[in-house]
């Protein structure tokens, strides 16, 4: 049983709003994962942390950013949000040791933005 | 680059039946982890089955089971015995340990509908 927590769970909000999007895990893992997804579509990588104070970009190009200031939380900002940032965005940790490839990802319940 | 591919946009079962979803990857990379995971239509991920490359045996948890064939690059994830609440989305990923960064990479998805 995962222990990962997004919150808020629904988020409608104006154009131009600044929003954090909050993830905690209590599971004390290492490595955590922001995606982004559309509707019956695929997960999309947009933000990753090895541990505090490491972020990267993920494959898909976003204008949010992350921070990892502590190991169990790991926020996404927008700093102004838009129409074509309307998603649901997935967060997830996993407990992923070096030179092994079972990278079991636990995932949120997810947050779903609708920017008007 | 890793690749999934998942070529049955729907599919529709009977409840008690067996279902096969298909999954096919492509990797170059000797050391990969393949991965299966349920979303239903609340939207979170839930994780239900990892095989590993070099695993010998076809993972099983529960009534979930893994399909590997190495040679053809597949991993199909049968489920028996469906039930009404297996109708949901499922998602084929992979994570390499030396490409992709340990990474998961995701397939574009199967809807699964159990009907009575």
């Known amino acids: 049983e995962a222990d990962i927590y997004q919150t808020p769970r629904y988020l409608v909000i104006g154009t131009g709003k600044k929003i954090t999007l909050e993830c905690s895990q209590t599971m004390g893992h290492d490595k955590m994962y922001w995606y982004q997804q559309d509707p019956g579509m695929e997960l999309h990588l947009i933000h990753y942390?090895?541990?505090?104070?490491?972020?990267e970009k993920g494959d898909l190009s976003s204008e949010s950013t992350v921070s990892r200031i502590r190991t169990e939380h790991f926020p996404l900002t927008l700093e102004s949000a838009r129409p074509s940032h309307t998603s649901q965005y997935l967060c997830?940790?996993?407990?992923?040791?070096?030179?092994?490839?079972?990278?079991?990802?636990?995932f949120g319940a997810g947050t779903r933005l609708s920017v008007l | 680059a890793q690749k999934i591919t998942q070529t049955q946009p729907g599919m529709f079962v009977q409840e008690k039946e067996a279902v096969t979803l298909d999954c096919t990857y492509d990797?170059?990379?000797?050391?990969?982890?393949l991965f299966w995971y349920k979303q239903p239509s609340s939207g979170e991920m839930i994780f239900l089955i990892y095989?590993?490359?070099?695993?010998?045996q076809n993972a099983t948890e529960g009534r979930y089971s893994l399909n590997f064939q190495k040679a053809r690059k597949s991993a199909n994830l049968v489920i028996s015995a469906s039930q009404l609440g297996d109708s949901a989305m499922y998602f084929c990923?992979?994570?390499?340990?030396?490409?992709?960064?340990?990474?998961?990479?995701f397939g574009t998805g199967t809807q699964l509908k159990v009907e009575l």
């Open positions: 990923a992979m994570s390499t340990v030396t490409g992709g960064g340990n990474k998961l990479t």
């Open positions: 990797t170059s990379d000797p050391s990969y982890g």
């Open positions: 942390s090895y541990g505090v104070n490491s972020t």
């Open positions: 997830a940790s996993s407990d992923l040791h070096s030179g092994s490839a079972k990278n079991i990802q636990y």
């Open positions: 095989q590993g490359s070099y695993d010998q």
